[in-house]
């Protein structure tokens, strides 16, 4: 290849490998934040009396909690009259349990369990007591809905919800008004999560989106990406437009929920299908392999070598200004769509780019020491989120493939059981910090203004695959 650009990424390198093995009222909770969950040594020793066996104890190591039973961390998760768990206790459990329990047979052990501790089941219940479990409850199951909503698509989540609230509202009238709330937030929520999983769905679904093998060289296209957007700052915010609109539709649970394996669950009859929902976490992907060989096109489209080196120049531009912003995804899609085979084979073309520029780049994303040069600017990003004073100075967007690989690590950790039987609860606090800060950098409203047209053009201009591309060159 021409001008001495190594091969060391591609899709069909880094990113299909990476991605195989994943798809083979007391106080209203408040916005889920990195920092706001994790910001203590541990958690609380407290758990309210229980009786215990020697091997349902939480297991404690210099003030954390490093493993339990199953059953006894659902206990402490457990309000009582006088206990609420700890919020990054909440986040944690809830989504790394779904590795033994599903969120359905979770809701109805905790359920059952308040039910039975708070004697609810009664002809006559303790109004004074009531009164202090019944806020508790409603904040567990508000954060619940508010943090994994799509839980609650599940009819049999709603059915317990509803069943809990029922005991508890004839004995204060506020309860039913909070339960109508709960709802209707959490109905607004997934009516907002259906119609963006559709509109992905016919985006994927459209003809001109498909990748297309060609077998004899295709017709000119009249559009290219220079005649939509020839500004690489302003194509850069229309790319972070995409990522932060897709990014916002995938839960925290799909980043568990795709490597659950049957064999890890607590009753290995449950519905495993139901655990296997990670529709957008798989069509986010899906966009950064087509950003990958939307590059390789229109680089290879033009006739002439001169005007395929200025595609090249202008990708590379378009590259740094999302380096800049903190678009790390759309950088990588960038820099494999021009490490592909077809493109890194036009030695002559390459011999007309200014590659200085380029160079950085690969620099900067270089895999080497498990991409120690990019997790250090990622880590710069991060910081500059933490203390922005603007939407503009917190956007983070994470190259979501190695982003992919290292929670699939941190998910086996979290599967296997220690020799005692107990779950590893030091593993399920770090993927819930892994994820948690996904969560915040996801919450980011983009703030630049839309570009309807370069936005349609990203979404729906025709792209090759590498075999077709190899043929228009």
Request: charged fraction near 25%; charge should be neutral; proline fraction near 5%.
């Amino acid at each position: 290849m021409d001008g001495g650009i190594p091969l060391w990424l591609s899709v069909a390198g880094v990113v299909r490998e990476v991605l195989l093995s994943v798809f083979t009222q007391e106080g209203m909770p408040q916005t889920l934040t990195s920092t706001s969950m994790f910001n203590t040594s541990g958690f609380s020793h407290q758990l309210h009396p229980t009786k215990e066996t020697e091997h349902e104890r939480l297991i404690f190591q210099d003030g954390n909690l490093i493993s339990a039973s199953l059953e006894a961390l659902i206990q402490h998760l457990l309000p009582t009259v006088d206990y609420y768990p700890e919020k990054a206790y909440i986040f944690t459990f809830l989504l790394s349990s779904r590795l033994f329990i599903e969120p359905h047979e979770l809701l109805s052990k905790v359920c059952h369990m308040c039910i039975e501790q708070q004697s609810l089941d009664e002809p006559v219940l303790d109004k004074a007591r009531i009164k202090k479990f019944g806020p508790k409850i409603m904040q567990l199951l508000t954060e619940w809905t508010e943090t994994f909503p799509s839980d609650f698509r599940d009819e049999r989540m709603i059915g317990h919800l509803k069943d809990m609230i029922h005991r508890i509202a004839p004995y204060d009238e506020s309860y039913w008004k909070t339960m109508n709330q709960l709802l209707q937030t959490l109905n607004q929520k997934l009516a907002t999560l259906n119609q963006g999983e559709e509109n992905t769905i016919k985006v994927n679904a459209s003809v001109s989106d498909k990748l297309v093998i060609i077998k004899t060289k295709p017709p000119s296209i009249q559009r290219d990406i220079l005649s939509i957007c020839n500004d690489p700052y302003t194509l850069a915010q229309q790319l972070t437009h995409i990522e932060l609109e897709r990014l916002s539709f995938i839960g925290p649970e799909e980043f568990v929920q795709a490597f659950v394996r049957k064999d890890s669950l607590d009753n290995p009859k449950s519905c495993f299908s139901d655990q296997k929902k990670t529709d957008n976490l798989e069509a986010y992907v899906k966009w950064f392999n087509r950003l990958c060989y939307l590059v390789a096109t229109e680089i290879c489209m033009p006739a002439k070598k001169k005007h395929r080196a200025q595609v090249i120049e202008f990708f590379i531009d378009v590259a740094r200004e999302c380096f800049n912003i903190g678009n790390f995804n759309s950088l990588m899609a960038i820099i494999s769509g021009m490490n592909m085979s077809p493109v890194s084979r036009l030695k002559k073309t390459w011999g007309k780019v200014k590659t200085a520029k380029f160079f950085i780049l690969e620099h900067q994303m270089d895999p080497t020491g498990n991409f120690y040069n990019y997790r250090t600017a990622l880590r710069g990003a991060a910081h500059r989120s933490l203390t922005a004073h603007s939407n503009r100075e917190k956007i983070v967007i994470p190259f979501f493939s190695l982003l992919i690989k290292d929670i699939y690590f941190l998910n086996e950790g979290c599967a296997n059981r220690l020799p005692n039987g107990h779950v590893n609860f030091e593993k399920f606090l770090e993927l819930a910090k892994q994820v948690g800060e996904f969560m915040m950098w996801k919450q980011v409203s983009c703030p630049f203004e839309d570009d309807k047209n370069i936005i349609h053009y990203l979404h729906t201009a025709p792209v090759f695959s590498e075999d077709g591309t190899l043929l228009i060159c």
